[in-house]
């Protein structure tokens, strides 16, 4: 089974509580937060007061991927101010062990997040602590880039690196996803799917979703 994650990053942020509750409709499991601080990327987006909002407006699972220099500084004030899945970038983190367990410690589900250029080697060692594995599928820092077509490769070897080790890692994946290429990332191996533009870009978020599940459903 997959689930769609909508990210809000592509949301109208002056009527949020709307759009969330526009994807509830359509079948969104998953509420996508994107955390950057303008210098692990080249961009600033939402912090900890808009979790804490978000947290007292919906019951989805709200899913913080923290795109920040220092994670282990902030992943627990994530799950306190909220969020139900924490992810931290094994870019970012040099104590990344230590913080998958405190995010778990703290009540989360703590996921290894993994840009496009980092191999997945460096996954290695952290692996057994993860929940989940992000796998980025675009260079992280803004909404509506496309999907970089090596990733689906890195995808199935990402599988394969979970399933030899007999782990039940969950791989989520972000970046580029739309209709068209859904059902080769969900037969691939992504469980949890991040949809940014494709759902919040076209007008009617309910029903992009809606595409996004039967797509991914047929292929599944
Ligand atoms: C990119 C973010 C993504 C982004 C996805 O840095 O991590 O979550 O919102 O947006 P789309 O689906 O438009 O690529
Ligand atoms: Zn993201």
Do not use: C
Request: no cysteine.
């Amino acid at each position: 089974m997959f689930e769609i994650a909508p990210s809000i990053l592509s949301a109208d942020f002056t009527k949020l509580a709307d759009e969330i509750a526009a994807v509830e409709s359509g079948g969104a499991k998953v509420l996508h937060v994107d955390v950057m601080d303008g210098h692990f990327v080249p961009n600033i987006t939402i912090g900890l007061p808009v979790v804490k909002s978000l947290r007292k407006a919906t019951k989805l699972t709200i899913d913080t991927h923290l795109m920040i220099e220092e994670p282990s500084r902030y992943a627990v004030q994530f799950v306190e101010a909220g969020a139900d899945m924490v992810s931290v970038h094994v870019e970012a983190d040099v104590h990344l062990q230590r913080t998958l367990v405190a995010i778990k410690e703290a009540g989360a589900k703590a996921g290894i997040a993994i840009n496009p250029g980092t191999p997945l080697s460096s996954l290695e060692e952290a692996l057994p602590y993860a929940d989940f594995v992000l796998l980025m599928s675009v260079n992280p820092g803004f909404g509506g880039q496309s999907f970089i077509p090596t990733s689906v490769d890195k995808l199935r070897r990402l599988k394969k690196m979970i399933d030899d080790r007999g782990l039940s890692t969950r791989i989520e994946i972000d970046g580029g996803i739309d209709a068209g290429n859904i059902a080769e990332i969900v037969r691939s191996g992504a469980e949890i799917i991040v949809a940014g533009s494709a759902v919040y870009g076209r007008g009617n978020p309910a029903e992009a979703v809606r595409e996004l599940i039967d797509k991914g459903t047929a292929w599944a």
